[in-house]
Each structure stands twice: as structure tokens, then as C-alpha cells.
């Protein structure tokens, strides 16, 4: 039975002329409306918005929280699925011979700042901390909250929601995307990569759905990382000396969430103006060496042999245990308070929160990931875009974590790290580390993490106004006009700013949770057109006929 060569057209309507020309006028002006929508109803109606959204998530974590574990579990499984798949591994993400337009360094450092950046600086300390004081065998009577016996199981769980399964869902939408767009030459947008599906039906409204909905998950799947990072550069502005940003509690006031915004979203509006090669590569580059300075300080001056000990036996009690944490759905009772319910809860504060906050921002980092990884193979992509940053992300919390956990349990902190805010614990670490010493280098650290979150925080905000505009612009990589970076910028900043006055982060996270799941389907297809193609291809190869752009395409697409 012969087979056709692959789908390699799919014409997506542009305008010719006016304010949006070269832009999907549906796919914009309809993403426009539903973020503009969201802002003027969290700013104008905060009570009844965080009210909706709060009873809409809670439907949703009770329906659909076996859905994200059981997706992201697939995810994992499809990209080493595909790496060790000898047909798949040697594939180039791109035309044959083509080679990487980064260097190893500047494409780890893009990933790294972009993806989990600004999440580590939050995260590394504050999540092993938090689950060393409360997890599900802290529940069961398993183990002891701040207790020596309870340090394994906090490392588990920081490196399940931080690992293979977080960056899986990046992976999957990078793959398919740098696949059907560099080596079928397809438009770079999210659409493109359900073709195998759902074929020439994706240049009229199914396409212009399905890029909708990456838009809009991608707005809240960053405005998530920016309210927390907001928090922690208002917490860091704080340390430093500058006033009457934060509350008593440690949470930013209207004036520190504005001056936060205005100094974060202004750098990155102009730094997406310069585009990829430039603003974000060096952006990238700088908070690279910066995050090497402050790990570096915490593996030498910090616990030293006690975060050795986390990253390797964290890793093995993670790898032990990921079989089973990546199917258990906890089942309620709806006892309020019963241990069923409270573990339930917590499979929702954590692991479900966290599935989501990856797939809304999958759209995103895919799309960056794709566009900075042409050239390179499949196998390559899932070791460099999966494995490696996993891994980086586990020194993060094994020797950051690792250290505040250490102060903790010897007594020296005191509770100083316990009881501060989940983004101020790391200048509460490295002040009590410090300041004893010198006031100055407890001063000059904490600076120097304000500049780190403000650099890792520019990088994301710009690369996702560069991306939104990509997915808007039919694929089109060139350069945007000035107006519509403007206007993403400020509707990010007006989505983050919204959010946080109507409900702080709680009220992000529940938009999110609700962004996230039509998402999720779209993912879903994404593993299953992607392994289609996959197949297809191989059978194409057998038969002598083309798979890439750089041969003599014809005939009609029969996937």
C-alpha cells in the first residue's frame, strides 16, 4: 500500500494591511478580548471574580486531578518513549545536516531562564522547607514534620514536581512543534503541530481555537511565575532597605505590586524589542552566571555534605518512588478534616497546582524551546530539554534547600527561615548566614538575588510577549510591531497586577488551574500526532519517499 509524503502547507489567513497586518486577525483579536475581559473583572469586580474562579477550580481539582496526573505521567513516558525509539532519537529537528544556531551554554542558559528560572529562586528554598514541615506521610502519622525522618520523603516530593514530569510537558510541546515547523516547514504555531490529526482543517476555526487557547494559557501560565516572582522582588526590595512595599506578613502592598510591575514589565518590553538574539540571549547569559555565584555560595559556605547527601539519595528515593507518585490519585471522603480529605487537599495545593502551572506554561516555553533547538535531534532535544535541567533543578534544592533544612534542624535558625514567606526565606537564609559576619555581605546578597530574580523575571515576561506574538502572527518569527509587544506587555503586567490585588496568588493559581486544562487536551493530541508522524515517516523512509522540506515534496498529505 503506497504511502503520500507528509502535509508540508497550511496556510493560515494574515492580514494584508492595517494595525494587524501579518497577524491572524480572529486568533488575536479574540485572545485580546478574553485577557482584556479577565483584567476590567478582576480589577473592577475582585470580590465576585476571585468568587467564580474559586468555585470553578474547586470543581475542577475535584473532576479533574486524576486527568493532569495521569497526562503528565504520559508525557514523561511519550519523550524517553521517543529519545531511546531508534526511528525517533536520530531524527534533526530540522532539515538533514542543519545545525544548532546556540552554543551548548546559551541554549542551556535560554532553557534554564526561561522554564524554572524565576521559580528557583522562590521555590529551591521555600518547597523543601514546606514539605519537610507537611506532606502526605506527615499525614498518614508516617513520619515526623520537621523531623530528621522526614527530610527523604520532603526531597521526593520537591523533585516529582520539579523533574522529569515538568519538564516532559515542555518537551512535548517543544518536540512537536521544532518537528512539524523546521522539518515539514509549517507555520511555527501551536495548530501545526496537530496536522497529522487533523490536517488542511487547521487553517480555518478549529486552528484558530486551538492557538486561542495556547495564548490564553500561556498569559496565565506566566502571569503564575510572575506573581511569585513579584512577591519575592518586593520582598527583596524590602530586605535591601526600600520601605513600605510589603505588609507586616511579608505580602507586596498595591504600591510594591505596581513599582514591581512598572520596573519588571518596562525592562522586558524593551528587551522583546530587541528579540531573541540579543535581549534574551544575553539576559539568559548574565543570570546564568549570576544563579552559578549564589549556588556556588551555598554548596561551599552552605551544608556542604547535607545537600550531597539530598542530591543523591534524593535522586534514588525519586526514582524508587516515581512509578507509583505518578499514578496515585489520592480519593476523598469529603470528611472535612479526615485524613483522606486532607491528603486529597494536598495532591490539589501540590501536585494537580503544579501539573497545570507546567502545561499552561507548555505553550510558552514549548514554542521558545522549539525556536532555539533547531537543528538538533530528537535524542539530543529530550536530554538537553528533560534531563538536564531536572537535574539542575534537584542541585538547586538539594544544596539551597538543603542548606535551610540543615540550619533548621540543628537549631541555629531558630524558626528565622521557618517562619518567613515562601519569597523572602532565601535572603532570610542568607542574611542569618551572613549578617553575623557582616552586615554589608548580608546587604550585598541580598542585592545581588534581587538583581538575579529581576534578570530571570525579564527573560520570562519578554520571551513570553515574543511568543504570544509568534503564535498570533501565524508563526512568523520576524520581526513584530512595536504596538502589539506594547500591548501584550501591559496585559500581562494588568493580568498579573488584576489578579494579585483581587486575590493575591491564590487567585493567579486558580486562573491558571482553569487556563490550563483545555490545554492539556491540545497536549494530549500533540503525543499522539507527534508519534503518528513518527511512524509514518519511518514507513516514508522505507518506501524512498520525502519527509522533509529540503526534498522534492508532492502529492497530498496522508497521514
Known sequence: MSIEPPLTDLPIKTANSGFYRGFSVNVTVISKIIISALVVWCIVWPTQAGTVLGNWNTAILAQFAAWYIWVVTAFVIVCIGLAIWPTAGRLNLGVEGEKPEFTNFSWFSMMFGAGIGVGMLTWAVAEPVAHFQNNPSVIQGLTTAQGADNVRTAYVWSYLHWGLGAWACYAVAGLALAFFSYRRGLPLTIRSSLTPLFGKSLSGPLGHIIDIVAVVATILGVAQTLGFGVEQFVAGLTRIGISGLALEDGSATTLGIVIALLVIMGAS???????????????????????????????????????????????????????????????????????????????????????????????????????????????????????????????????????????????????????????????????????????????????????????????????????????????????????????????????????????????????????????????????????????????????????????????????
Not at 529530550?382 to 537535574?391: F, K, N, Q, R
Request: proline content about 3%; hydrophobic content about 60%.
Open 269 to 559: 518590553t524593551l528587551s522583546a524589542l530587541s528579540g531573541v538574539g540579543k535581549g534574551i540571549k544575553w539576559l539568559s547569559n548574565i543570570n546564568m552566571v549570576l544563579s552559578i555565584f549564589l549556588l556556588s555560595f551555598f554548596i561551599i559556605f552552605g551544608a556542604t555534605w547535607f545537600g550531597a547527601s539530598a542530591f543523591f539519595i534524593g535522586i534514588w528515593d525519586y526514582l524508587v518512588a516515581l512509578p507509583w507518585l505518578s499514578f496515585n490519585v489520592y480519593a476523598s471522603d469529603g470528611v472535612e478534616g479526615s485524613e483522606a480529605f486532607l491528603l486529597t487537599q494536598w495532591q490539589g495545593w501540590w501536585p494537580v497546582f503544579y501539573w497545570a502551572w507546567w502545561i499552561a506554561f507548555a505553550p510558552f516555553v514549548g514554542l521558545f524551546l522549539a525556536r532555539i533547538s533547531r537543528g538538533r535531534t530528537i535524542r539530543e532535544f529530550v536530554l538537553g530539554a528533560m534531563i538536564v535541567p531536572s537535574l539542575m533543578c534537584f542541585v538547586w534544592f538539594a544544596w539551597a534547600g538543603g542548606t535551610a533544612i540543615d540550619l533548621e534542624l540543628n537549631g541555629d535558625a531558630n524558626g528565622v527561615i521557618l517562619g518567613a514567606a515562601n519569597g523572602d526565606k532565601i535572603f532570610a537564609m542568607t542574611e542569618f548566614m551572613l549578617a553575623p559576619i557582616a552586615e554589608i555581605l548580608a546587604w550585598g546578597m541580598a542585592v545581588i538575588i534581587v538583581v538575579l530574580l529581576m534578570t530571570f523575571l525579564v527573560t520570562s515576561a519578554d520571551s513570553a510577549v515574543l511568543i504570544v506574538n509568534t503564535i498570533n502572527a501565524a508563526g512568523d518569527e520576524g520581526p513584530k510591531a512595536r504596538p502589539h509587544i506594547l500591548f501584550w506587555g501591559a496585559a500581562l503586567a494588568l493580568v498579573v497586577g488584576g489578579l494579585l490585588i483581587s486575590g493575591g496568588t491564590g487567585a493567579i493559581q486558580t486562573a491558571m488551574v482553569i487556563g490550563a486544562l483545555p490545554f492539556s487536551i491540545v497536549m494530549a493530541l500533540m503525543c499522539l500526532a507527534l508519534i503518528k508522524a513518527i511512524f509514518n515517516d519511518g514507513r516514508r523512509e522505507a518506501a524512498g519517499v520525502p519527509t522533509t522540506i529540503d526534498q522534492d515534496m508532492a502529492g497530498s498529505p496522508a497521514e
